[in-house]
């Protein structure tokens, strides 16, 4: 069985400051990791995704995320918030193969001091 | 987003009614997903399908079925509304299995 642990579920920056968005997760195969963003009343966007090789991913909207596999951790960055980064991110796991099932975390909150 | 549409997009009825949702896609995905979300629980898998008439279980199945007869056409059954049904309903799809591009959602109440 796999699962995700996105700790807390909230948290606050300022503009302008570094933004880092924790997830662990627990997998008997070596997983697929996804960070997702989503935004009031719409749906959930995918930010970026890890799979295989280099464990540095870099996303859209300057995000990215390191694959630590002796850590189990796949944490979320960027270097410098901006107001429209607020917003819930989901960290997600999968097992490698078309029909292995997505497991959320449950979500954190991003809010963005001015 | 990604060619999918929900419908519709909010409901409200009441509890013991039976409700259908749409999920369209224009992409000729071969998976389709429903998800749950609730606070505190991020999303649910509740059904997919991997192909026409191919449809499997997720993690919170009990009281939802599926049908799909056609590769664009995903729809949800709730048989008989309960409150506890009351949440977001996410409709994903995907070319692969991963990853999985969502719709924009349907907001069910169930009073």
Redesign the interface.
Known sequence: AQS?TQLG?HVSVSEGALVLLRCNYSSSVPP?L?W?VQYP??????LL?Y?TGATLVKGINGFEAEFKKSETSFHLTKPSAHMSDAAEY?CAV?EA??????T????ITLSVRP | DAGITQSPRHKVTETGTPVTLRCHQTENHRYMYWYRQDPGHGLRLIHYSYGVKDTDKGEVSDGYSVSRSKTEDFLLTLESATSSQTSVYFCAISESGQPQHFGDGTRLSIL
């Open positions: 995700v579920s697929y996804f997702y009343n719409q749906g959930l966007q995918l995704k799979t989901f999968s193969g078309a029909n292995s099932k997505l959320f975390g449950k979500g």
